[in-house]
């Protein structure tokens, strides 16, 4: 199984900052099956971010992914006010396997 | 457009069993793998598995083989997850998600859920 890692567990920014959400593979992830999800409280995942980089219909370009191998990042280049919740990302190369998430909170 | 429409909330005693329903539409039902994943209260998501709605196959997480069944009834293009022998560490939201398609000549990411279905656990 693919284990994988996020950090931090939280992030604490302003409106208008950059965030750097990182996520760690034990293993390599074959073809960059590697997407990332935004979830708001009481809401279903929305894919943001699938294949590492690529962005899903309605993502806005502030949403940016990169990456391969074991190593992944996501980064929203300036933060909106809709922005703050919590990212999972999640691998679909080998079955299926979520981070833990990271929270973006208001500082 | 693709939807993916859940049961309503369920509240269970310790030890009965829950089935969860997930109706799609906007799209082939048989063409696309369906997922179950799970979230406890303030807690990650976690994946269970899939069931191929062609042929019904399923694939479970080992974490819980021998309690979750898959099925499907493609006349109503509805998918289910009923899950047995629950315990309070059941209590969750249960979501539906539509993966890769049928067949897998490549795989997709989750681009479409369902609302979730919380599943209480109480005695």
């Known amino acids: 199984e693919i284990v994988l890692t996020q950090s931090p567990g939280t992030l604490s920014l302003s409106p208008g900052e950059r965030a750097t959400l990182s996520c760690r593979a034990s293993?390599?992830?074959?073809?960059?099956?590697l997407a990332w999800y935004q979830q708001k409280p009481g809401q279903a995942p929305r894919l943001l971010i699938y294949?590492?980089?690529s962005r899903a219909t309605g993502t806005p370009d502030r949403f940016s992914g990169s990456g391969s191998g074991t190593d992944f990042t996501l980064t929203i280049s300036r933060l909106e006010p809709e922005d703050f919740a919590v990212y999972y990302c999640n691998q679909y190369a080998s079955s299926r396997t979520f981070g833990q998430g990271t929270k973006v909170e208001i500082e | 457009q693709v939807q993916l429409v859940q049961s309503g909330a369920e509240v269970k005693k310790p030890g009965a069993s829950v089935k969860v329903s997930c109706e799609t539409s906007g799209y082939t039902f048989t063409g696309y793998h369906i997922h179950w994943v799970r979230q406890a209260p303030g807690q990650g998501l976690e994946w269970m598995g899939w069931i191929k709605p062609t042929s019904g196959d399923t694939k479970y997480t080992e974490k819980f083989q021998g309690r979750v069944t898959m099925t499907r009834d493609t006349s109503s293009s509805t998918a289910y997850m009923e899950l047995t022998r629950l315990t309070s560490d059941d209590t969750a939201v249960f979501f539906c998600a539509r993966g890769s398609p049928v067949p897998a000549t490549v795989k997709l990411a989750f681009d479409s859920w369902g609302q979730g279905t919380l599943v209480t656990v109480s005695s």
């Open positions: 293993q390599s992830v074959t073809s960059n099956y």
């Open positions: 294949g590492a980089s």
